[in-house]
């Protein structure tokens, strides 16, 4: 499956994004579904991820009451709304889906096989 991510760009400290997500010619049924974010020299990190399955999601420590994913009623597009951004929040935010990730696996970035591009998000004054 082929993922568009979009929705980056530059906001000050406290502000909001939204990224998005898009699967290509068909939907993310049966896809577990993540966000995931690197910066240079580091490891990907795990942001959040959403299980097909009943729409469950996860997040990271880091971000969790300040992002939340969700996904639109047809399952073609994941989203990620990103309130009261901070400057260590700057990235490259990816999407990723998979049809077999365990639950202890969701936030591990080798557990997916279909990653999006990538869109930049930038936090700064």
């Known amino acids: 499956v082929q993922l568009q991510a979009s929705g980056g760009g530059w906001v000050q400290p406290g502000g909001s994004l939204k990224l998005s997500c898009a699967a290509a010619?068909?939907?993310?049924?049966?896809?577990?579904t993540a966000w995931f974010r690197q910066t240079p020299g580091k490891e990907r990190e795990f942001v959040a991820a959403?299980?097909?399955?009943?729409?469950?999601?996860v997040y990271a420590d880091y971000v969790k009451g300040r992002f939340t994913m969700s996904r639109d009623n047809a399952k073609t597009t994941v989203y990620l709304q990103m309130n009261s951004l901070r400057p260590e929040d700057t990235a490259v935010y990816y999407c990723?889906?998979?049809?077999?990730?365990?639950?202890?696996?969701?936030?591990?970035?080798?557990?997916?096989?279909?990653w999006g591009q990538g869109t930049l998000v930038t936090v700064s004054s």
């Open positions: 990723a889906a998979d049809p077999s990730v365990i639950h202890s696996s969701l936030a591990s970035h080798s557990a997916y096989s279909y």
């Open positions: 959403l299980k097909w399955t009943g729409g469950s999601t």
């Open positions: 010619g068909r939907t993310f049924s049966r896809y577990h």
